[in-house]
């Protein structure tokens, strides 16, 4: 079973390559939709959560308040290092668990990993291909602030938050350049497809 992991900066696309690649028949496995997973009212992680940063940051339904934990924690390494500590290693879990089940299910399943904290957190697990989403920060800011409606700061803040470009593209086996059309992006991710497909 062909295990991908298909990473890159806010706003770069990557989910765009995701759905492309699950139309063509690829297993997606979304880090941040386990990170909400682990985090569930009820949850072991989200009680060590309000335990270790005070029940202010668990809103009134019992949820976690992203906002309020991020506030906390955003542009304070020490804080965020805690966090990391009681997150990831629910997130390592639950995603192989996920890998199990796809190659279970189908043993020539192609599983692709959509995480954006590849290179901060799981560079050296064993991936047969890293695939890296890549646009230049002048696009990115572009989208943030156009497509999603950040103001610019923000936009700002949250690409400097994470990785540089130049770590990311260290690692890659291959680079999809998003900077083009939706067809641009598209035609490259079939390619990849062509590449990392079932035989």
């Not at 189908?106 to 901060?120: I, N, T």
């Not at 610019?152 to 350049?177: C, F, G, N, T």
Request: no cysteine.
């Amino acid at each position: 079973m062909p295990l991908i992991a298909l990473t890159g900066g806010i706003a770069s696309g990557k989910s765009t390559i995701a759905r492309r690649l699950a139309e063509h028949g690829a297993v997606i496995v979304d880090a941040d939709q386990i990170v909400r997973d682990v985090q569930a009212p009820g949850s072991p992680v989200l009680e060590q959560i309000a335990q270790t940063f005070g029940s202010g940051v668990i809103a009134a339904d019992g949820a976690l308040d992203r906002a309020a934990l991020g506030a906390k924690v955003f542009g304070d390494s020490a804080l965020l290092k805690q966090l990391n500590a009681i997150v990831h290693p629910a997130v390592r879990a639950e995603s192989q668990r996920r890998f199990e089940a796809a190659a279970a299910a189908d043993p020539r399943a192609v599983v692709v990993y959509d995480v954006p904290l590849l290179v901060e957190a799981r560079v050296d697990d064993p991936w047969d291909t890293i695939v890296v989403a890549h646009a230049p920060v002048s696009e990115r800011l572009r989208r943030l602030v156009e497509l999603r409606g950040m103001d610019e700061r923000a936009a700002q803040e949250r690409i400097d938050a994470q990785v540089s470009d130049e770590k990311r593209l260290a690692i890659a086996d291959v680079v999809i350049d998003t900077a083009g059309s939706l067809d641009a992006t598209h035609t490259q991710t079939d390619a990849l497809w062509e590449r990392i497909r079932p035989r």
